[in-house]
């Protein structure tokens, strides 16, 4: 396979389509197998939409000089990435972590693009094939690359950092996120730091929060940019942070105020700020950056549903962002207040002992009323009279559409695959 020879094709194109049903004229399709299908079986309609190129793994499926054949189209996609993002040279910023990462990405988007031509990680296309497709995003306007990086088990954020090649990195946390597939908390931990391994093999630099132990355990012999709250140490030292709902950040004498919900997103806002003053983004470009981002597809909105006021949080979770989310409700100054929480996910053996530590746990005031929804919960049901469980989404609904909800706070969190979203439908 000769990459230099791929790169001039996709040069002259419009771009990479791994999907038949978006292709676009004069565009390069991948034909990727999935686990239920053959990509190669789409080459043929791929050219008959308009691209120009397909690129495929199965001879049989060859169809003419339009049709590249190489060992691995996956790999063929990755190397072409890699192999662009040299021709490129531009700064990238790469970021993994637990928790917080697609909404960190697009607060630093939005800072940056105050001054550069930015581009970045399009929603969460992180694991081994979204990195590539960003890297193939970028083109010879583009002034600073965002890149996230998302894992599942240990050796995967170094395989991306070997394709992506970052100048700069930032992870967000080390949290009970993905157990089953790292082993257990530690796993995770070495599995997340492969980005500062990266980076001291390559002498990039690594953004550290201060208050975060681990992080600046890991990070003592790196190029580092740093912040912390109240440390004076910091590179960029957060004067406080508050929230009630919102988050509030209070930098050199300027308030910051966010359309983000809970404590928890402090840290995101605050490393977009550190990463923009390390660009040398002015400051008051980094507050209308920070204040005029409003968050979407179900991440800490904050919605009206009749006398309701619902905290929607059902993108995902995991232990660590399901007691960080609870912590910040509770403390809100607010009366009436109810949580619906769903099972978390790819816990592994794990599993039901996390979920009882929710159940359990001293985070949940008496005053609040909580609906527990899913398997795991309802397996760790327990007597309190506030608590309210559901072995899954339907027994739940029956029950909803029969309750009557007014003038409550109320959280919705859960894992991805839980939906918790389509409660607001019974609302």
Known sequence: MDINFIHELFLKSVGVSIDTRKIEAN?????????????????????????SYVIIDNESFYIDERTILVNDSLVALQQLASFHRDYLNLPIVALTGSNGKTTTKELIQVVLSKKFKTKATVGNLNNHIGVPLTLLSFNSETEIGIVEMGANHKKEIEFLCEIAKPNYGYITNFGKAHLEGFGGVEGVIQGKSEMYQYLLESSGLAFVNLDDVIQVEKTKVLNSYSFGINKQIADVSIDSISANPFVEVNYAGMKISSHLIGLYNA?????????????????????????????????????????????????????????VAIQNF????????????????????????????IVDSDLISADVNCYFVGEAFYENRNGNDNFKFFRNFSDFEFFIKEATFSE????IKGSRGMALERTLEFM
Do not use: C, W
Request: aromatic share 8%; glycine share 6%.
């Open 27 to 51: 565009s390069m399709f991948f034909a990727i197998k999935g686990e239920r299908f053959d990509a190669n079986t789409f080459a043929k309609e791929a050219l008959e939409k308009g691209a």
């Open 267 to 323: 840290n995101n806002l605050n490393a977009a700020l550190t990463i923009g003053k390390y660009f040398k983004v002015d400051d008051l470009a980094i507050k209308e950056a920070l204040e005029g981002y409003v968050p979407e597809n179900n991440r800490s909105q904050l919605i009206s549903k009749g006398t309701n006021e619902i905290i929607l949080d059902a993108y995902n979770a995991n232990p660590s962002s399901m007691a």
């Open 330 to 357: 509770v403390q809100l100054e607010k009366s009436n207040k109810v949580m619906i929480l769903g099972d978390m996910f790819e816990l592994g053996e794990d599993s039901l002992k996390e979920h009882r530590a």
């Open 408 to 411: 409550n706070v109320i959280l």
